[in-house]
């Protein structure tokens, strides 16, 4: 005994736990009451029951089995096992495909913003916009499914053209853009743009049309065939002196007014006049007396 209490290290030990702990019956440094045979706090008789790392790392993790063992040292020392997902992101801490998302309580959700508007022109004819008509359209957009992915889908979208609808107009497809994690989907506009006709101009709600006739036609008389937007045809005869800046207005045969269901713009028609290049000098004379000049 006197050796053992000359030796440092061995007082140490025989002041904690007396003679057992001499025999080599020492409790691991830190270990919990719950690790021996006699748990009571007077005892002083101390017997380790050493506990498989894997029992322990079962006991913290509720004996769950569902996970797939990794090739690194737990800190028990061994190999452990560690939960993960089927695409090796941890789970149970946020990994990807682990199910959960991180709560900020309602003070503290992160606010999520729209993307901004995608636009796109949408030509017609002006007999569609004159008649009206349904455009089909095919689209490929980028979607985000539950879990995160993004995916391209191909959508069909339909735009019913009203009569009377003018350059500029606008038709909203709300949130069918490209969808990205956070963000809600932008808004796909289609703005109405009107293709040149070669026949017609469009002012406002009325049609603007231009017509070349001769001198003769001019001075003694013209029938005007139109063939309109809606496949009918017009004949319009002129009796009057067609002259220079001369109009003709043909009422409500102009462009149908959205807004005002059943009403029309009018049809304008301008004339140019060719006059002849050179008149011999009988055509001359003839002329002066037609037009009451001198014979």
């Avoid at 949408?122 to 490929?140: D, V």
């Avoid at 069909?156 to 003018?166: A, N, Q, R």
Wanted: proline share 5%.
């Amino acid at each position: 005994m006197s050796q053992v209490l000359s030796d440092p290290e061995k007082r140490a030990i025989y002041d904690r736990y007396g003679e057992e702990g001499l025999k080599g019956q020492v409790p691991p440094q830190g270990a919990a009451n719950g690790g021996f045979a006699n748990s009571s706090s007077n005892s002083t008789s101390f017997r380790y029951q050493p506990r498989d790392a894997e029992e322990i790392f079962a006991e913290l993790f509720g004996g769950n089995r569902n996970f797939s063992r990794v090739g690194s040292t737990n800190r028990f020392g061994g190999q452990g096992e560690v939960p993960r997902t089927f695409d090796g992101k941890f789970g149970g801490f946020g990994g990807k495909d682990s199910g959960l998302r991180p709560s900020f309580g309602d003070s503290a959700t992160p606010s999520t913003r729209k993307a901004a508007p995608v636009e796109n022109k949408l030509q017609c004819s002006l007999e569609e916009l004159y008649n009206g008509s349904t455009r089909k359209l095919k689209i490929y957009r980028d979607i985000v499914d539950r879990r995160g992915n993004v995916k391209t889908l191909e959508e069909f979208l339909s735009i019913e053209v009203k009569p009377g609808w003018k350059k500029g107009t606008k038709i909203i497809f709300p949130e069918k853009g490209n969808e990205q994690p956070n963000v809600v989907a932008a808004d796909l506009v289609f703005i109405l743009d009107e293709r040149p006709h070669e026949v017609f101009k469009r002012e406002g709600n009325d049609l603007v049309m231009e017509k070349t006739i001769s001198l003769v036609e001019a001075l003694t008389g013209y029938t005007l065939v139109i063939n309109t937007l809606d496949a009918r045809v017009l004949r319009i005869p002129i009796t009057e002196v067609i002259y220079p800046a001369y109009e003709k207005v043909i009422l409500k045969e102009g462009m149908p007014i959205a807004k005002e269901k059943g009403k029309k713009g009018n049809l304008r028609v301008k004339f140019n006049i060719k006059f002849p290049a050179k008149l011999s000098a009988e055509q001359k004379t003839s002329l002066k007396y037609v037009l009451g000049g001198v014979g």
